[in-house]
C-alpha cells in the first residue's frame, strides 16, 4: 500500500511539471517597437502583458521613430531569427504627431525602398515595416527549421497600431486610423479610452488634463498638453494603458 501511495505521488508530481511546462510553451510573445513612450521605464506594456500572461520583449528606445524601426529590422537588431519565429504579435507605438497614412512616396514592394531610412516620410517607413514583416511572416512556410513549414499561410502576421496616450496629437491619431482600415489592423486606442479629452478643460485647473498626468509640457496649435505621462507600473497612466492595451490583445487573440 507503501508502495502504491508513493507511485500515485510521483506520477501526480510528474502530471503537474508536464503541466507546467505546456503552460510555460504555451505563452504569447508580444514584441513592442516605439519611442519614449514606449520604452520599458514606462510600463504599460510590461504589465499589460503580466496581465495577459504574456511574454514581452520590448525593443523601444526614447528618441527613436518608425524610420528607425525599419532600419533595425534591415541590420536585424530589432528582433532575431529566434526571437521573430516565436513572437505572436507585432506591436507600434511610433507616435510622432506626423502623418502616417500619406501615399505620394508609398513603393508597392518594399525591396525598391531607399535604404537606410532617414525620417523625411514617416508613411513610407511604417509601409516598409509592414509589408517586410508580413513577408517574413509569409516566407516562414519555406524555412524547414521553422514551425510554420509547408503551412498554406505561413506565420500569421499580428500587427497591432496604436494610438497616441491621448487624443491631442490629432494629425498622428487621425492617420494611423486610416492605416489600421487600410490594412485591417487591430489598433490599441489609447486616446479614446484614457479617461479625458483635450476638448474639455480640468474643472480645478482650468488647464489641460493631461498635464496633471505629466511630467512635462509640449505646445500644439497654442495650447499647452501632458507630453511624457509619470513612469512606473504603479503609476496610474500606465495602469491604465496596460488595461487598454490588455483588453485589445483579448479581442484578437487566445489566451490559455
Not at 523625411?120 to 524555412?143: G, H, S
Not at 509640449?218 to 501632458?226: A, N, V
Not at 513612469?231 to 491604465?240: A, E, P, S, T
Request: net charge negative; proline share 3%; with cysteine.
Amino acid at each position: 500500500m507503501k508502495r502504491i501511495n508513493l507511485l500515485l505521488i510521483f506520477s501526480l508530481l510528474i502530471s503537474f511539471s508536464f503541466a507546467q511546462l505546456d503552460k510555460t510553451q504555451e505563452k504569447l510573445t508580444f514584441l513592442l517597437t516605439g519611442a519614449s513612450f514606449a520604452s520599458p521605464n514606462n510600463g504599460w506594456f510590461e504589465l499589460g502583458c503580466d496581465v495577459l500572461g504574456a511574454k514581452p520583449l520590448n525593443r523601444a528606445v526614447g528618441g527613436e521613430a518608425i524610420a528607425d524601426a525599419a532600419n533595425r529590422m534591415i541590420d536585424s537588431s530589432l528582433y532575431s531569427a529566434e526571437e521573430f519565429e516565436e513572437i505572436d504579435a507585432l506591436v507600434i507605438m511610433q507616435v510622432h504627431d506626423r502623418d502616417v497614412f500619406e501615399d505620394s512616396g508609398i513603393i508597392e514592394n518594399y525591396k525598391d525602398y531607399k535604404t537606410p531610412f532617414s525620417r523625411e516620410n514617416y508613411a513610407a517607413a511604417f509601409d516598409y515595416v509592414i509589408k517586410r514583416y508580413m513577408a517574413e511572416c509569409y516566407n516562414l512556410k519555406f524555412d524547414e527549421n521553422s514551425k510554420y513549414y509547408n503551412s498554406r499561410h505561413g506565420k500569421p502576421a499580428v500587427i497591432v497600431l496604436c494610438t497616441h496616450w491621448h487624443d491631442a496629437r490629432m494629425i498622428y491619431n487621425s492617420s494611423v486610423r486610416q492605416l489600421a482600415q487600410k490594412w485591417g489592423f487591430p489598433v490599441v486606442e489609447f486616446d479614446k479610452f484614457i479617461g479625458f479629452s483635450k476638448n474639455s478643460l480640468h474643472p480645478v485647473t482650468g488647464e489641460q488634463v493631461s498635464r496633471i498626468f505629466a511630467v512635462d509640457t509640449q505646445e500644439s496649435d497654442g495650447e499647452i498638453y501632458g507630453w511624457h505621462p509619470e513612469n512606473g507600473q504603479d503609476k496610474y497612466i500606465q495602469q491604465r494603458m496596460a488595461a487598454i492595451f490588455a483588453d485589445t490583445m483579448r479581442k484578437i487573440l487566445v489566451f490559455k
